[in-house]
């Protein structure tokens, strides 16, 4: 990743995990528990009552990529 970028979104992401202090636990515990075969889904509410959601199968590239930003995100926090 560009490092520019990395100092552009840093501040944002310890801001995040100041106003919502269980998040990046519930991640890194949610990191730990996914495997091939796995279902990851995002579910977003608006502030009108519209919701979306998605739902993706896990293979095992997906399980890099979540390892690796876990380690990043780690890293950066």
Do not use: C, W
């Amino acid at each position: 990743m560009n490092p520019m970028a990395m100092m552009k979104i840093k501040p944002l992401l310890e801001s995040f995990a100041q106003n919502h202090p269980k998040f990046p636990a519930f991640i890194s515990t949610a990191a730990n528990g996914v495997d091939v075969g796995g279902t990851l889904e995002m579910k977003v509410t608006n502030s009108a009552g519209q919701k979306l959601s998605a739902s993706i199968k896990l293979n095992e590239q997906d399980i890099e990529l979540i390892r690796e930003l876990r380690e990043l995100l780690s890293a950066q926090l």
